[in-house]
């Protein structure tokens, strides 16, 4: 899917989407299509968006299944600002933060990078993503988009981090 034109005073951001707890009657495609409506409506100008995937729960494979896709978005946003507007929407969505740790939960919005910056957390923010390069469930999906992505710290490629994947090696397309 492509978005809409973007002036040149833009970030390109990746970010990613997990849920494995039902919103009410939404199917996962329809709480999907609501969260990127929602992002549209709250600023960020989105260029692409994987395929919905999913994979089995981490670390507890007994909780439900786990939907997952990325979004290539560009904002104006510093970092800081781009995660609080994330857990706003997560919020809105019925996510409550505090429970233990991985635990099931309707959304969960992770910016997994920002341009080539790196955060090394002393602002509470942590770019690239710590963990997302060996999770299927993230590198998967940035194949469908950007499978050239290259990994910041690692200079790695998306395709060539998913190969490499130790947790979700499960992770795959929603058939539909």
């Not at 495609?29 to 395929?51: C, E, H, Y």
């Not at 942590?126 to 469930?137: E, L, M, W």
């Not at 130790?166 to 929603?174: E, G, S, Y």
Request: net charge neutral; aromatic share 6%; glycine share 8%.
């Amino acid at each position: 899917m492509t978005g809409e034109a973007v002036s040149d005073n833009t970030q390109a951001v990746l970010i990613a989407y997990g849920s494995n707890l039902s919103s009410g009657t939404e199917t996962a495609s329809q709480a999907f299509d609501r969260l990127v409506k929602t992002l549209r409506m709250r600023g960020l100008f989105i260029n692409k968006i994987s395929r919905l995937w999913q994979s089995q729960a981490w670390p507890n494979a007994q909780d439900p299944a786990y939907v997952n896709a990325i979004l290539s978005v560009k904002t104006r946003l510093q970092p800081t600002e781009l995660l609080k507007l994330l857990h706003d929407v997560e919020c809105e969505f019925g996510r409550v933060r505090g429970l233990k740790k991985n635990a099931p939960r309707v959304i969960d919005l992770d910016l997994i990078a920002y341009e080539r910056v790196i955060l090394d957390g002393a602002d509470g923010i942590i770019v690239p993503h710590p963990r997302a390069a060996d999770r299927g469930f993230v590198m998967g999906p940035l194949t469908d988009i950007l499978p050239g992505w290259v990994h910041p710290l690692s200079g790695r490629t998306a395709t060539e981090l998913f190969a490499a994947v130790t947790v979700a090696r499960d992770a795959h397309p929603l058939a539909g």
